[in-house]
């Protein structure tokens, strides 16, 4: 047995864009639809981009090693997207869905990401193969939507995993799948499962039997439902070449390519039907319905919730890389202090913020603060700010210094001195008069230059008296 595909690929910009931001690829051994995001900046681009890297697929390849060949294939696509939007900042935010088949020895690896979709034909029943990563398609999951509220759903557009600007490391589902000779594939941009019903499209697939008769058919369904996206459609036969009717060509293997990869990038592949002239006759063109414009419409960009969470996420980090640098900066900072008994060498600053303090302690000294002088110990309490851990410790010595100077000495039992009374005074003989004040401050040292108390109060209160 000989399998080969006999296909056809279509592409409309349909009835309301100005580009086309789908592109598509059929070969004897590919399968592609990718539908770009991201308005003019991007969603052409994108999708032309995905098609470029998996067109170079469209050959014979190990059937043990065809999904790993896809997968790889369609992850240095991405790769590449976000090269381009990095490189090339009007693109940012540029995305594109992806549903390809590669076939190798009768069997048929598929990689699917987005809402495009792929529909299998198979014994006169036609099945819906992907499900759309999108977010109504989540609230179905959950039983949340019924299918008749999917469809009016205002955010049925909303995608939750695409190729792009949004994922350096997206999740594709991968499958391997028979190729069964008898069997139609069907892939397509929700440009048109999103206008056309499954119903309709089964009933199409079973009736219509030429394969570029049927994409031409399916495309004018779409665009005689309005046509408000891009519309893509490629259909695809299976088949015995070992088996065909005598007389019958075997099918052509030259590969056809439509959409923005396309040369004729925004003009249609299915360019015939009412709908589409009269579309061409309101943009007010004539004899080329789909040539290339100056774009100058503005057109409404289908939608990811990543941009926004990813915007929020450098945000928020953000925040905490200043509030990182304000914390290591408050940590480089040193002041003494007491805990209440000892003087303490703390690092950080003085002030709390509300329920979080901002120091600890790195030194408890063996300075009991009531060894120190009244006026070095009220400076304590209010604390002594520095500059670094050395000046801190010069603080310490100086309050050694004063707590030593300031201790009462005691001689040694048995070797008190008598103690002469002057005779006029009645008091010890070189003492100071009661009366007659200290010359200096307790302990003999010179106080350390005051501090400010940590409080609110004005600049001229607070001040010790």
């Not at 199409?204 to 891009?230: H, R, S």
């Not at 609110?456 to 010790?464: F, L, R």
């Amino acid at each position: 047995m000989t399998i080969a595909l006999r296909y056809a690929a279509r592409s409309d910009v349909g009835l309301v864009r100005s580009n086309n931001q789908d592109s598509g690829y059929a070969g004897s051994h590919l399968l592609a639809v990718a539908d770009g995001m991201g308005g003019h900046a991007g969603g052409d681009v994108a999708s032309s981009v995905a098609i470029g890297r998996l067109m170079r697929l469209d050959s014979e390849t190990p059937a043990s090693d065809m999904v790993a060949a896809l997968e790889q294939t369609v992850l240095d696509a991405n790769q590449e997207i976000l090269r381009r939007a990095r490189d090339e900042p009007q693109l940012a935010g540029l995305g594109t869905t992806i549903t390809a088949l590669l076939r190798t020895e009768g069997k048929f690896a598929l990689a699917h990401i987005g809402d495009s979709r792929a529909y299998l034909l198979r014994d006169g029943e036609t099945t819906q193969v992907t499900k759309d990563h999108t977010f109504v398609q989540r609230l179905l999951d959950e039983g949340r939507l019924t299918e008749e509220e999917a469809e009016r759903h205002p955010q049925r557009s909303v995608l939750m995993r695409v190729l792009g600007d949004v994922d350096a490391d997206p999740e594709l589902d991968l499958s391997l799948r028979p190729a069964h000779v008898g069997d139609r594939w069907m892939l397509c941009s929700d440009g048109l499962s999103g206008l056309v019903s499954l119903e309709t499209i089964d009933r199409t697939l079973q009736e219509i039997e030429d394969p570029d008769e049927c994409a031409d058919a399916l495309v004018q369904m779409a665009l005689k439902g309005g046509g408000p996206d891009n519309i893509t459609c490629i259909i695809a036969d299976v088949l015995d070449l070992d088996r065909l009717p005598r007389g019958v060509e075997a099918p052509s293997t030259a590969p056809q390519i439509v959409g923005s990869a396309a040369r004729t990038r925004h003009q249609p592949t299915a360019a015939s039907g009412p709908a589409a002239k009269a579309a061409a006759l309101t943009r007010g063109e004539a004899e080329a319905p789909y040539a290339d414009e100056d774009f100058s419409e503005e057109e409404p960009p289908r939608r990811s919730p990543w941009p926004a969470l990813v915007t929020l996420a450098l945000l928020l980090a953000v925040v905490a890389g200043a509030l990182w640098s304000a914390y290591a900066w408050s940590q480089k900072q040193f002041f003494v202090g007491t805990d209440g008994t000892h003087v303490v060498i703390y690092q950080g600053l003085a002030q709390d913020l509300g329920p979080i303090p901002l120091s600890s302690p790195v030194e408890v000294t063996d300075i009991e603060l009531e060894q120190l002088p009244p006026i070095m110990r009220d400076q304590v309490q209010r604390t002594i700010s520095t500059p670094d851990r050395d000046a801190a410790e010069e603080v310490v010595m100086r309050l050694q210094n004063a707590a030593e100077l300031n201790a009462p000495t005691t001689p040694p039992p048995g070797t008190e001195e008598p103690t002469e009374t002057d005779s006029t005074t009645g008091t010890p003989d070189g003492g100071a008069s009661p009366s007659e004040p200290a010359e200096e401050a307790p302990g003999g040292v010179e106080p350390l230059p005051e501090r400010p108390e940590r409080t609110a109060t004005p600049p001229d209160e607070g001040e010790p008296s």
